[in-house]
């Protein structure tokens, strides 16, 4: 059993730990826990760590650390990070306690389609673990192979709802760039375009026709010039 919690402990957990011990302990200081929290609140010098977990308790302390609460009684142990990072499953939490948590770093073949699933370099592959390496020549496999209708379905989904993101975030980079004529919107919406199709590491998104992109960035040019004109 020890050997089974011992990944899931290795992770560092955060914590006011030095902040406490370089400002809040003293002959004159306030021991009590609102005492020691108001102090870390005033240090104008927080590590990410004591930030993450002043965050946490703020943010936790309404529901999951309150008389109750899934946490409370950890709490009272001096076990409150613990039992929101480790042993409360994030779906259980509420929503503002969930979002506070510590990000958990991705590795490996979650880190490398955090985006979308694509293909690999082999400088990526050889990162890989062998269980991501099966996954990922399994893929490799299924997407070699004859599609589905449920996957040709699925691929469809996906490709408009990039058409779409694509096509708004076009148009809010053309009012941002405050564009003086509709020539300089065009060029602001294909500037905007070409940074969309580098990121794609997936090779979903697709370049739009000339038409499309110009009926874009008129839309948008349009939009700015009435939205400057009501100000």
């Given at each position: 059993?020890?050997?089974?919690?011992?990944?899931?402990?290795?992770?560092?957990?955060?914590?006011?730990?030095?902040?406490?011990?370089?400002?809040?302990?003293?002959?004159?200081?306030?021991?009590?826990?609102?005492?020691?929290?108001?102090?870390?609140?005033?240090?104008?010098?927080?590590?990410?760590?004591?930030?993450?977990?002043?965050?946490?308790?703020?943010?936790?302390?309404?529901?999951?650390?309150?008389?109750?609460?899934?946490?409370?009684?950890?709490?009272?142990?001096?076990?409150?990070?613990?039992?929101?990072?480790?042993?409360?499953?994030?779906?259980?939490?509420?929503?503002?306690?969930?979002?506070?948590?510590?990000?958990?770093?991705?590795k490996g073949l979650a880190k490398f389609w955090a985006d979308g699933k694509r293909?690999?370099?082999?400088?990526?592959?050889?990162?890989?673990?062998?269980?991501?390496?099966?996954?990922?020549?399994?893929?490799?496999?299924?997407?070699?192979?004859?599609?589905?209708?449920?996957?040709?379905?699925?691929?469809?989904?996906?490709?408009?709802?990039?058409?779409?993101?694509a096509e708004q975030l076009i148009k809010e980079a053309v009012k941002a760039a405050?564009?003086?004529?509709?020539?300089?919107?065009?060029?602001?919406?294909?500037?905007?375009?070409?940074?969309?199709?580098?990121?794609?590491?997936?090779?979903?998104?697709?370049?739009?026709?000339?038409?499309?992109?110009?009926?874009?960035?008129?839309?948008?040019?349009?939009?700015?010039?009435?939205?400057?004109?009501?100000?």
């Amino acid at each position: 059993m020890l050997l089974l919690l011992l990944p899931l402990y290795s992770r560092a957990l955060p914590s006011c730990e030095s902040e406490t011990e370089a400002n809040c302990l003293g002959d004159d200081a306030d021991m009590s826990p609102e005492g020691i929290n108001a102090c870390l609140t005033a240090v104008s010098e927080k590590s990410a760590d004591c930030t993450t977990y002043l965050a946490m308790m703020d943010a936790c302390g309404p529901v999951e650390l309150s008389d109750g609460g899934v946490c409370h009684a950890a709490k009272m142990d001096g076990e409150a990070v613990p039992c929101l990072v480790q042993r409360v499953k994030p779906e259980e939490l509420s929503e503002a306690c969930a979002a506070a948590l510590p990000k958990s770093e991705l590795k490996g073949l979650a880190k490398f389609w955090a985006d979308g699933k694509r293909q690999l370099n082999i400088n990526e592959i050889a990162d890989l673990n062998k269980d991501d390496k099966d996954t990922y020549n399994r893929w490799q496999k299924r997407k070699k192979g004859k599609k589905t209708d449920k996957d040709k379905e699925r691929d469809y989904a996906v490709k408009a709802a990039k058409k779409e993101r694509a096509e708004q975030l076009i148009k809010e980079a053309v009012k941002a760039a405050k564009p003086a004529s509709s020539e300089a919107a065009l060029e602001a919406a294909q500037a905007a375009e070409k940074t969309l199709l580098a990121e794609d590491m997936t090779g979903t998104l697709k370049p739009l026709t000339k038409p499309q992109l110009h009926g874009l960035a008129t839309e948008a040019y349009k939009t700015y010039r009435k939205e400057k004109a009501e100000l």
